[in-house]
């Protein structure tokens, strides 16, 4: 049996209350969405149904005996969402049909910035390099994916904003003419959030499924540290151009950076290449160049990994400033080291990509 007759074979063993019907024949499975091996079913069930309180469970239970099948979430809404896209499923028998989705493709290049160890300068990446895109004449969005610790709406000074909604969909925020969706701005600040491995999944299935994305030349996604549910996610569910990721020259960022590139080749994503960040320090009185986290270690890793490099970000007082005030670095024309760098990296990208 192929997937969509083993869908449909568990549905049709799932009886719609007390009617002769099952859940198939009584039309109200909206939609059915599979991404190997998670799927979310979508039923459409009056607010005052009885059923709400026990079908969920029963679905999950039928869906979860599909041999490939490791995690199901089922969403229950009381009318067809009014959706304009024609892409969503409309509430007919085509509907029930499991369908593949990626995310973003209205954009020509998905790029994953990550590391496998925190506080390396992931986020201060993804926004300056975004904005060095930018600076270059691309259309760019960001799309923060750190739903552990989002810092991208603080980074651009878009703190305490809330997306406008319209026709059920989330319109990104606007900055330096970047376009930004964060949960960051659509929970309270002070409230921890604590998600387990599904509603990771979920959660960033939503953010992407709901947003209004502009689509452009390129969206970078700031991923939370790690090689987590987050990563496994966002390689399921959109179609990653290339990843870049992000170290400080030491040994023990350098591991970590190892394991994300060697988690990101056995997912068949493309290593855009290293960014060495923190790499060497220019006191501003002496001009005299330190190299605190000892310099060119991401560099040599990268040789090692036989993945290009893409360039060195000294650690500067406007970059850590930059991102704490909302100002970042390259959302002005900046004459500065990192400037260069981040305008290099991105060149590098770019070339990357196009080989
Ligand atoms: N090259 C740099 N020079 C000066 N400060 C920097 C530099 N890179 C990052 N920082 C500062 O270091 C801190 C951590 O950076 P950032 O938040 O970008 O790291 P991250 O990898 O995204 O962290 P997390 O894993 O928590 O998401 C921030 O305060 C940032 O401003
Ligand atoms: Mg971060």
Not at 193 to 198: L, Y
Not at 232 to 246: H, K, R
Not at 299 to 327: H, N, T
Request: proline share 6%; hydrophobic share 40%; glycine share 6%.
């Amino acid at each position: 049996m192929d997937l969509q007759q083993q869908f449909e074979a568990a549905f049709g063993r799932i009886p719609f209350g007390d009617s002769s019907q099952n859940i198939l024949e009584a039309n109200i499975v909206y939609g059915c969405v599979v991404n190997d091996d998670f799927v979310k079913v979508t039923l459409i069930l009056p607010e005052n149904s009885d059923l709400r309180s026990s079908l969920p469970e029963l679905v999950e239970m039928e869906v979860k005996a599909i041999p490939t099948i490791e995690r199901v979430v089922v969403e229950v809404l009381s009318e067809p969402p009014q959706e304009e896209e024609e892409s969503e499923p409309k509430p007919s028998r085509r509907a029930q049909q499991p369908k593949r989705t990626s995310y973003l493709q209205n954009y020509d290049n998905i790029i994953a910035v990550a590391s496998g160890k925190g506080g390396v300068g992931k986020s201060t990446v993804s926004v300056n390099l975004a904005l060095a895109l930018i600076q270059m004449g691309y259309k760019v969005s960001l799309f923060d994916a750190d739903i552990y610790g989002p810092s991208l709406p603080i980074m651009l000074g878009l703190r305490h904003e809330k997306p406008v909604v319209s026709h059920n969909r989330l319109m990104p925020l606007n900055k330096y003419g970047l376009d930004l969706m964060s949960i960051g701005n659509l929970v309270d600040e002070s409230s921890s959030m604590v998600w387990r491995g599904p509603m990771v999944h979920q959660a960033l299935e939503q953010l992407l499924r709901d947003t209004q994305w502009p689509g452009g030349d390129f969206i970078i996604m700031d991923l939370p540290p790690g090689t987590g549910d987050a990563q496994l996610t966002l390689s399921q569910t959109v179609e990653i151009s290339g990843a870049v990721i992000v170290s400080t020259p030491q040994d023990v960022a350098l591991l970590d950076a190892t394991k994300a590139v060697n988690m990101f080749s056995k997912v068949d994503i493309d290593i855009l290449g290293i960014v060495e960040n923190m790499s060497f320090f220019v006191c501003p009185h002496c001009e005299k160049s330190t190299p605190i986290f000892s310099q060119y270690g991401a560099q040599r890793e990268a040789e090692k990994l036989d993945v290009p490099f893409l360039g060195a970000v000294p650690i500067e007082l406007a970059l850590r400033q930059g991102g704490d005030s909302g100002k970042p670095l390259m959302s002005r024309e900046a004459n500065s080291a990192a400037a260069d760098a981040f305008l290099t990296i991105a060149q590098n990208m770019v070339k990357q990509l196009e080989e």
